[in-house]
């Protein structure tokens, strides 16, 4: 409970946040930009833009919220206890989750491609560790990345990374990574962090300039939506 109080403590209203919401009929979840309503805790809402709601959401599932406090992606699992309107949700945080990672960078909320495989996948390839995962950030930053994958890795490996930059022409950057941390956040669901150990440095740059446009994107977000409700 202590760490709910904390997490709304930080929280402010109007904040741009993300949310993974269940779909029914075995559709994949559905990860939203919305923006987090103050309520009395753990009660709170969430506003989206018009026609952003799925009509196939499951209410009857849990979500999962993540908000960027400070540079630092924290998330909450939270019940969905009413369908306000076309807009608005009326949720109840269960549990928080904290994401933990060094950052030398600040990360932005980004939804993108992403790929992990082995170092050298042609020495392995006859052996049990080759393997091949594809999955979706969360956050992002020159340092590392946050990202969702239906299997785990195990702290310190290393992998090769593939990102496709979530802005502009959608470039692809290749980096030589190791997992900072894997938690299972549920069945099916990981969340791992990754840092960078090898990254040329114009793909550096290259991420950074998709974070500060993912910066400004988020803002312009925020007000829309407040300018609608």
Known sequence: MQQLEDFFSQVEDHKAVR???????????????????????????????????????????????????????????????????????????????????????????????????????????????????????????????????????EQGKKVRINLTLPTGLMHTVESIGHVVRCEKIEEAMYHVGFHFDILASEDRDKIMASCFELQRKHLRMKVQVKNSL
Do not use: M
């Not at 029914?24 to 930009?33: A, D, F, K, L």
């Open 19 to 153: 949310v993974t919401l269940p779909l029914s009929n075995g559709v994949p979840q559905e990860r939203i930009h919305c923006i987090y309503g103050a309520a009395t805790p753990p009660a709170f809402f969430l506003f989206f833009q018009e026609g952003v709601l799925p009509p196939t959401l499951d209410d009857s599932k849990s979500c999962l919220v993540t908000v960027d406090l400070g540079g630092q992606a924290r998330s909450v699992t939270a019940n969905i206890t009413a369908v306000t309107d076309e807009q608005t949700l009326q949720l109840e945080a269960v549990q928080v989750i904290s994401h933990e990672q060094a950052r030398n960078y600040f990360r932005v909320d980004a939804h993108t491609p992403i790929i992990a495989t082995p170092v050298n996948p042609l020495k392995n390839v006859a052996e049990q560790d080759s393997w091949h995962l594809e999955g979706e950030t969360i956050d992002l930053s020159g340092s590392g990345v946050l990202c969702v994958f239906s299997q785990p890795l």
